[in-house]
T-cell receptor, first 112, second 118 residues
């Protein structure tokens, strides 16, 4: 499974846009990129998933360049409640028996 | 999105006893579920892959006789920590892949279960 590299931590203020970049140089052709958010003592929560170009949903955008060796999670106008750990994972989505392997994640701290 | 539910959310047990944690996929069938454990301020560590109707596949270093996994139906997997010891105290999380019939299906996680062994 492709290994991912993310910044260990990021700081932001309420109302700002936050961009978290993840490197995955060894991503395979059938790998998807998925981001999860985790609050303390809770299971990870799915944020967004993409394969290439740009994906947007009600909470975030995911930007993936043509070479797919990196991806950027964009959180618009963060609030205090966005303080959490964010994980970038890559893996084949069409193989039922393949688990997601977690890296260290990025701890985002949002201040007022 | 799909919902995966765990029970109990937290449990305290005495050393030497066994405790069972349940993981259910509430609105989809999951032929495969995954179990993780997470220590404070650390990332999730994959323990095993639970396969419906067959034996679980354990990651290296995880004792299969200590962490018994049963996946008897398409919506339920259980993790039993046998002869629990204080070092087994951890946050246990399950996940399941929602099959969508196309590429791009998603893995959803349960709420997690805190185990404290005293």
């Amino acid at each position: 499974l492709a290994k991912t590299t993310q910044p260990i931590s990021m700081d932001s203020y309420e109302g700002q846009e936050v961009n978290i970049t993840c490197s995955h140089n060894n991503i395979a052709t059938n790998d998807y990129i998925t981001w999860y958010q985790q609050f303390p003592s809770q299971g990870p929560r799915f944020i967004i998933q993409g394969y290439k170009t740009k994906v947007t949903n009600e909470v975030a955008s995911l930007f993936i360049p043509a070479d797919r060796k990196s991806s950027t999670l964009s959180l618009p106008r963060v609030s205090l409640s966005d303080t959490a750990v964010y994980y970038c994972l890559v893996g084949p989505s069409n193989q039922a028996g393949t688990a997601l392997i977690f890296g260290k994640g990025t701890t985002l701290s949002v201040s007022s | 999105g799909a919902v995966v539910s765990q029970h109990p959310s937290w449990v305290i047990c005495k050393s030497g006893t066994s405790v069972k944690i349940e993981c259910r996929s509430l609105d989809f069938q999951a032929t495969t579920m995954f179990w993780y454990r997470q220590f404070p301020k650390q990332s999730l560590m994959l323990m095993a892959t639970s396969n419906e109707g067959s034996k679980a596949t354990y990651e290296q270093g995880v004792e299969k006789d200590k962490f018994l996994i049963n996946h008897a139906s398409l919506t339920l997997s259980t993790l039993t920590v046998t002869s629990a010891h204080p070092e087994d105290s951890s946050f246990y999380i399950c996940s399941a892949r929602e099959p969508t019939g196309d590429s791009g299906n998603t893995i959803y996680f349960g709420e997690g279960s805190w185990l404290t062994v005293v």
